[in-house]
């Protein structure tokens, strides 16, 4: 039943005396005849053997099993055996249940994997796979670590087992003969962090190369470069880092990729790209990569858009990880923003092709990254220049149907306000001069806020006679023809453009302004609060308007003016997690600013 996982089979050799004298319990005689033509080798056939499984088989009726051992001795000496003693039916030896050794293989893989992410993987020990090589998608063969020739005063990386043992052997510890094992090992891939070896990643490049020719000379089928793919992103998910000697591949690949297969381990892997000039790396891989990927569908779309997100994770992390001499003289002041110009492009075809809350939040979840991660690091901003979003794609994304659409927008603008105050501000860690491209976009930006505050605050949306705004870009025609609607959904004018998006009247805050004011009535009901003197004798009937407030008050209702109103909203709105609406009023409104104070 175990054969097949012994070790050494060999052993069983010392024991074939034993096993050969039991052969005359009936009990246990199918499965003796089995073991012993499994470990039958030349040197166990002897006369006196041969002999008693004669005599056991006429005994016996010619028992099958005896019969089919018998043919395995006949095999060494065909000369010795004659007759018809091995013609006669004999039994096939196989093993006597499939299904279970396919499940015992099945839970030691599982033991095996559970191991290395426990002790290889997170820990530090290599691979061993029961000693044979690791292999890859579809028998892709990687070569295990294993050291020949170690002097004696080395280390081999195969005697490593824990963190200190590491530590303490870094410099001896000898390089395995084939450093392609780093794509499986993720010992050998720590080693090389520390230790960088550029024969090693010459090694990888050597390796990667040779396939890629048995692919081009029809030696090995195109579905090869596909399989290579799982190998190298497990590699670099080990590593965080993707060499750029692998970026030659990657071209290649996507000549025949079909752009659907495998497609998310592909974006996983592309984006580890190494920080580089990003209209050099767009040319020589990114535009194929789009061109391949790209297939008229939205989902296509979105898979690119998460793949420059990640992209930029990386970057970001490889920056923050660099000081302010590397930094100013690497290529991130040049390839963020245009990182970020190309994504805006992209953003903005999503939003129109794929109008949905979950397009909507990935879109915001790329410029999250780029306003918290990057424009709020004064290490980052002091040399990289300020790109803001698209107008286009702000409108778009604040008349969203969704109150998180909405809120998160609304963060990511306070932070990008932030960001250009520590820039202009002289005593700020990351002041500097501004750069052409900002000064080209300060004035939109400041339209943003304008006209957001208009639309929210002010009560004056779609305003274009303020400093700065813009209308939310909406046409003057659109304009009036909405007008023209909402005097004939309320024709007693009670309902104006200018109020219908604030924060009562909003499709995605009304809710949460009328619940504000509901708790407020309640706790006056209950006794909790003291707004009034004379009780509460009448509920606001909402949306709430200043002028409702001043008639709620005469009715023996809330004591509440305008303005502690929309500041208890936005209280309101941060208790409960929507944090942006109010963050960017109090970033922006002057007498916000000062009652917060």
Avoid at 246 to 264: A, H, M, S, T, Y
Avoid at 324 to 337: D, G, K
Avoid at 498 to 524: A, K, M, T, W
Avoid at 544 to 553: E, K, N
């Amino acid at each position: 039943m175990v054969y097949h996982l012994l070790q050494d089979t060999g052993i069983l050799s010392q024991t074939y005396g034993v096993l050969f004298n039991l052969l005359d319990t009936a009990a246990i005689r199918p499965q003796l005849c089995h073991v012993l033509a499994l470990i039958t080798r030349r040197q166990h056939v002897k006369p006196f053997r041969i002999q008693t499984i004669l005599a056991l088989s006429r005994q016996t009726g010619n028992d099958p099993k005896l019969t089919g051992l018998l043919r395995v001795f006949k095999n060494y000496y065909p000369e010795i055996i004659v007759g018809d003693a091995a013609n006669g039916r004999a039994a096939t030896f196989k093993h006597p249940d499939p299904q279970w050794r396919a499940r015992l293989d099945e839970i030691q893989q599982q033991q095996t994997e559970a191991i290395q992410d426990g002790t290889v993987r997170n820990g530090f020990a290599v691979r061993s796979a029961f000693g044979r090589q690791q292999r890859g998608a579809k028998g892709i063969l990687i070569p295990a670590v294993h050291t020949l020739h170690a002097q004696e005063n080395s280390v081999t990386l195969e005697e490593v087992n824990s963190p200190k043992s590491l530590a303490e052997n870094l410099d001896k510890i000898e390089f395995p003969t084939q450093l392609v094992a780093v794509l499986a090992d993720p010992l050998l891939q720590k080693l090389l962090v520390l230790r960088p070896d550029a024969e090693g990643l010459s090694r990888v490049n050597n390796w990667v190369t040779a396939c890629l020719d048995d692919v081009r000379s029809g030696d090995a089928d195109p579905s090869l470069l596909l399989d290579m793919v799982d190998i190298i992103h497990d590699y670099a998910a080990s590593t965080k880092t993707l060499p750029p000697l692998l970026i030659n591949f990657f071209r290649e690949f996507l000549q025949v990729w079909d752009g659907r297969d495998k497609r998310k381990i592909v974006v996983e892997t592309l984006s580890f790209l190494p920080l580089m000039n990003f209209k050099e790396l767009y040319q020589i891989l990114l535009q194929p990569f789009e061109s391949v990927l790209l297939d008229n569908t939205s989902e296509s779309q979105l898979s690119l858009l998460t793949f420059y997100t990640s992209l930029l994770r990386q970057w970001t992390l490889t920056m923050l990880s660099s000081d302010s001499t590397t930094l100013s003289s690497s290529p991130a002041p040049q390839s963020i923003p245009a990182l970020i110009a190309h994504v805006n492009t992209l953003s903005l075809t999503i939003a129109q092709t794929s109008p949905t809350v979950p397009t909507h939040l990935l879109i915001l979840d790329f410029y999250t990254l780029v306003a918290t991660r990057i424009f709020s690091s004064p290490s980052l901003l002091k040399h990289i220049p300020i790109t803001i979003p698209p107008s286009l794609l702000i409108y778009t994304l604040h008349f969203s149907h969704s109150l998180e659409v909405v809120s998160r927008l609304c963060g990511i603008l306070a932070t990008y306000k932030r960001a250009w105050e520590s820039v202009m501000v002289s005593t700020s860690p990351s002041a500097r001069p501004l750069f052409a491209e900002e000064r080209q976009q300060i004035t939109t930006f400041n339209a943003f806020l304008m006209d957001l505050c208009n639309v929210l605050w002010r009560g004056r949306a779609f305003a274009v006679s303020d400093a700065n705004a813009k209308g939310c870009l909406v046409p003057r025609t659109l304009e009036a023809a909405l007008r023209g609607y909402l005097k004939k959904v309320e024709p007693d004018g009670e309902l104006v453009l200018g109020s219908v998006f604030g924060l009562s009247h909003s499709p995605v805050l009304c809710l949460q302004s009328i619940s504000f004011l509901r708790e407020l009535e309640d706790r006056e009901l209950e006794g909790e609060m003291d707004i009034s003197d004379r009780g509460l004798r009448a509920r606001h009937a909402g949306p709430v308007t200043q002028q409702s407030l001043a008639a709620l008050a005469g009715k023996g209702g809330l004591e509440i003016s305008w303005q502690e109103y929309r500041a208890g909203v936005l209280r309101y709105l941060e208790e409960r997690g929507f944090k942006g609406v109010p963050e960017l009023m109090y970033n922006t409104m002057k007498n916000l600013m000062k009652g917060r104070q």
